[in-house]
């Protein structure tokens, strides 16, 4: 449950949101393709682990950008809402497939975008 609730948490960055503060599309691009790995990493949870960790760091200031727009009361359409909960879908399951008890996997789910501390 608590992986299901982290990947809720990261649909709640949810927005109508300015063009020139945040590319909403760019950040939906990087999470439906984070999610599609994720579902073809299901069977090989190191490999599922890396996957993750490199995506995260790769898209760091995506990530930066997408919180930021947050904190700025930013939020995701329910369009856009509904594409981010659909990919947080498939990452769970394709994390409970196999690799839920990975610690590695675990560690690599923290990593992804969530609602910003205040």
Do not use: Y
């Not at 329910?78 to 498939?90: N, S």
């Not at 990452?91 to 690799?99: D, G, L």
């Amino acid at each position: 449950m608590k992986l299901f609730s982290a990947l809720l948490v990261t649909a709640a960055l949810a927005t109508p949101v300015r063009a020139d503060t945040f590319n909403v599309e760019a950040f939906l691009s990087w999470f439906d393709k984070l999610a599609d790995n994720a579902v073809a990493d299901q069977n090989d949870c190191a490999k599922m682990a890396a996957d993750i960790n490199k995506s995260v760091n790769d898209n760091q200031a995506l990530i930066q950008a997408a919180q930021q727009a947050h904190k700025n009361g930013q939020q995701f359409t329910q369009d856009q809402l509904k594409r981010v909960m659909t990919d947080g879908q498939k990452i769970a399951q394709a994390v409970v497939a196999k690799c839920a008890q990975d610690q590695g996997v675990g560690a690599a789910i923290k990593r992804l975008p969530g609602r910003p501390q205040k």
